[in-house]
C-alpha cells in the first residue's frame, strides 16, 4: 500500500519543469476579450509590488463584493482587475463604475498573481490600491502610467 514514485525522466516531468512560473505572453493566451487596458510586463511588476507595499499597510480592497462597495462610497485609489477571470459577468459592470466615477483602472493577465501580490493563497480577480504616504511614489508612478493607456471604446 505505498505510494510508487513516478519515474522523473518520465514523460510528466517537462510539464511539471513549466507548471511554475509562467511567462508574460503565456499568461496573455487566457485573456478576456473585455480586458482592455492591459497592463504591459513592465507596468505588472510596478502594480505587483504598488500592492505588496499597500498589503503592509492594510490600504487595499480585495474582491468584487468589497471593491463594489467602497465604489460607491466614493473611495478612491487605482482599480487592478485580473484579465483571466471567468465568467466575465462575475465583474464586467466594475469598469463602467469606475468610469463613471473617474476612477482609473487597468487589467492585469493573472488573477493568481493577483492573489499572491496580495498575500492570499486563493486567487483573486480585482484589488483597488489606495493612496498612502508610506509608498505615494511608486502610487503615483502606476497612477500616472495608468492614466496614459489608452482607454477602450
Avoid: W
Wanted: charged share 25%; with cysteine.
Amino acid at each position: 500500500m505505498t505510494k510508487i514514485k513516478a519515474d522523473p525522466d518520465g514523460p510528466e516531468a517537462p510539464a511539471e519543469a513549466c507548471g511554475g512560473e509562467r511567462t508574460y505572453h503565456e499568461l496573455l493566451v487566457n485573456l478576456n476579450p473585455i480586458a482592455q487596458p492591459l497592463a504591459s510586463r513592465r507596468l505588472t511588476r510596478k502594480l505587483y509590488k504598488c500592492i505588496k507595499k499597500a498589503v503592509k499597510q492594510k490600504q487595499i480592497r480585495r474582491g468584487v463584493k468589497e471593491v463594489q462597495k467602497f465604489v460607491n462610497k466614493g473611495e478612491k485609489g487605482i482599480m487592478v482587475l485580473a484579465g483571466d477571470t471567468l465568467p466575465v459577468e462575475v465583474y464586467c459592470h466594475l469598469p463602467v463604475m469606475c468610469e463613471d466615477r473617474n476612477l482609473p483602472y487597468v487589467y492585469i493577465p493573472s488573477k493568481t498573481d493577483l492573489g499572491a501580490a496580495a498575500g492570499s493563497k486563493r486567487p483573486t480577480c480585482v484589488i483597488m490600491v489606495k493612496p498612502h504616504e508610506e509608498y505615494q511614489g511608486a502610487y503615483d508612478e502606476c497612477l500616472q502610467e495608468v492614466r496614459a493607456l489608452p482607454s477602450p471604446l
